[in-house]
């Protein structure tokens, strides 16, 4: 396997998860690499779990030791895995270590993947301030990481900085990402919630109809696009299209990697695409799983749509103070609750975040091939939609 390998090119994963053999114990700074190399490329194949994460531990054993290449994918490893400290302190280490040797672009993906695990632990605070070091150092270097943009605009998207995102997806050439499946679909699901924001539902739908379709034209069973699946839900149930599609793929990648993590992106997925009351229990039990990561932003996510379903059956809100007693409110801006309000958390905000264009229910295809695609096709543009104004809430405030 090349040590050269571009772990965000679909192709070339597809083809080193086909030929990956057990690599030998990490002895050498080579054979660590090819360690981390391995670990990253079982994980992007759907393959054990316990596997991957043993390679990944291999190719950090010696903490003297500073490579990129090793210690970037045995975090990402980590990270999905359920095992967000590990990742931390990985990541801690490689931001530190390449800043110290001058090695500024690895300091800077480094960056992006920090960023990564304090986006999963709900810290969007350090999550953006490490996206936004990344891309104002690849601009002073001239480098080119769409990476670090897409996510910076992400970032954007769930903390209403609408403008910002806008900004920043326009800097981004999505045929030149095209090949790049985990930069391209986070750059799709990015653009596809900002246009639902912008009030542009086809366009939405469209967008998440192109990210389900990437993903699935990999051949691969990533279970690091379970966020991205939950999102596609999430659009597409918010715009009256039918879900199903998609929330067999969440289950089934769940079912691959059965971290706290992704049994509740299940669960949250599967309470977004069920009607009514029958929802109360997963998005209950998915609250109380991201509770557990803890992953903040996504268990106030479940938490505001139980309260809603709740609500919309005609049950009495709770007494003030008792909104979400679990959740920790450093999430509030991008939730749009806090513990001095804990009306907002439940109620629909003004403008009305149920406001959607349901039109024909589409089928979901759980194998659709790129270009013949049984998804949502309202329209044929790929990138953010122009900008306008909007009341509709953002991806953890929506219904």
């Given at each position: 396997?090349r040590l050269s390998l571009d ?341 629909v905000p003004e403008g009305g ?47």
């Amino acid at each position: 396997m090349r040590l050269s390998l571009d772990l965000e090119d679909a192709t070339a994963v597809a083809e080193a998860v086909r030929a990956a053999v057990p690599p030998p114990a990490g002895t050498t700074t080579a054979q660590r690499c090819l360690l981390g190399v391995v670990a990253e490329a079982t994980l992007r194949g759907g393959g054990s779990a316990d596997t991957a994460v043993g390679y990944a531990r291999a190719a950090l054993a010696d903490t003297d030791a500073v490579t990129d290449w090793s210690m970037l994918s045995a975090a990402t490893v980590l990270r999905v895995a359920g095992h967000p400290a590990e990742a931390m302190s990985v990541l801690d280490r490689a931001v530190e270590a390449f800043a110290h040797n001058g090695d500024s672009l690895a300091r800077c993906r480094s960056l992006v993947q920090r960023a990564l695990v304090h986006m999963s632990l709900g810290d969007l605070g350090r999550a953006t301030q490490d996206a936004s070091t990344a891309v104002r150092a690849v601009r002073d270097g001239g480098w080119s990481l769409p990476r670090a943009v897409v996510l910076l605009a992400w970032l954007s998207v769930q903390t209403g900085h609408l403008a910002k995102a806008g900004q920043l997806l326009d800097e981004v050439d999505a045929e030149q990402i095209r090949h790049r499946t985990p930069v391209y679909r986070e750059y799709l699901r990015a653009a596809g919630w900002l246009a639902y924001l912008r009030d542009d539902v086809d366009h939405a739908v469209e967008l998440m109809s192109a990210c389900a379709d990437e993903i699935l034209a990999t051949g691969l069973s990533d279970p690091g696009t379970l966020p991205t699946w939950t999102d596609i839900v999430h659009v597409l149930t918010l715009t009256g299209h039918d879900a199903s599609g998609a929330v067999e793929e969440v289950d089934r990648l769940a079912k691959l990697w059965p971290s706290r993590e992704a049994v509740a992106h299940s669960l949250l997925a599967r309470g977004f695409a069920t009607p009514g009351l029958a929802a109360l229990d997963l998005l209950r039990l998915a609250a109380e799983g991201f509770a557990a990561v803890p992953s903040v932003v996504q268990q106030a996510r479940a938490e505001l749509q139980l309260g809603r379903r709740w609500l919309a059956a005609g049950r009495p809100a709770p007494p003030a103070g008792t909104c979400a007693p679990r959740s920790n409110w450093r999430c509030a801006p991008a939730t749009g609750c806090s513990p001095t309000r804990p009306a907002s958390c439940w109620s629909v905000p003004e403008g009305g975040c149920r406001r959607s264009r349901a039109g024909t229910d589409w089928p979901c295809s759980r194998r659709a091939s790129a270009g013949s695609s049984s998804w949502p096709r309202p329209g044929r543009r790929t990138g953010p939609s122009p900008t306008t104004s909007s009341s509709r809430c953002g991806p953890s405030r929506c219904t």
